[in-house]
């Protein structure tokens, strides 16, 4: 996704649209087009570019292994670069880097709970049952016993 300097007006310029998602290289993940609104400006010798960022991933859920769609949203992309006598600016290493930084390291497919994920779920362990009334008892008759004698 590379600008031409001399495309940037003094008072910035405002950049929506798409991007195919081919550029973030996602292993094993399959993901929509990344759209993007993007204010970029020239600030001295660098260019800087804020927005927000959106595409819709496949991902797989690392309890269940099952298949589950995750809109990822990077809602306050920043990026500054020097440029250095060059004429363009490439924003795709920024724009890709803040898109895997946002990836889930260990995706779960009931992250926003409209599914019930039937993997094993570690963080979530099953209570201790409760011991039943009945063995209560048993050990309070016990302790009858023991007194009696
Ligand atoms: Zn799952």
């Known amino acids: 996704m590379k600008i031409h300097l ?7 310029l405002h950049l929506e649209g798409e991007e195919d998602s081919k550029m973030l290289d996602l292993q094993g993940a399959s993901a929509g087009p990344i759209r993007y609104a993007l204010d970029v400006g020239v600030s001295g010798s660098s260019v800087f570019a804020t927005g927000r960022l959106e595409v819709d991933l496949e991902l797989e859920c690392v309890a269940c292994l099952e298949k589950f769609p995750y809109p990822l ?10 440029v250095g006598g060059s004429e363009t600016v490439d924003l795709t290493p920024c724009l890709r880097e803040d ?3 946002a990836l889930p390291a260990h995706p779960h497919c009931d992250w926003n709970g409209d599914k019930k994920c039937s993997g094993v779920q570690r963080e979530n362990p099953e209570p201790a049952p409760l011991p039943q009334m009945s063995m209560i008892w048993e050990e309070l008759d016990k302790l009858n016993v023991k007194k009696k004698n």
């Open 6 to 12: 001399r495309q940037i007006p003094l008072d910035g």
């Open 73 to 82: 949203r990077v809602e306050s992309f920043a990026m500054q670069e020097e």
């Open 99 to 101: 898109i895997l930084l």
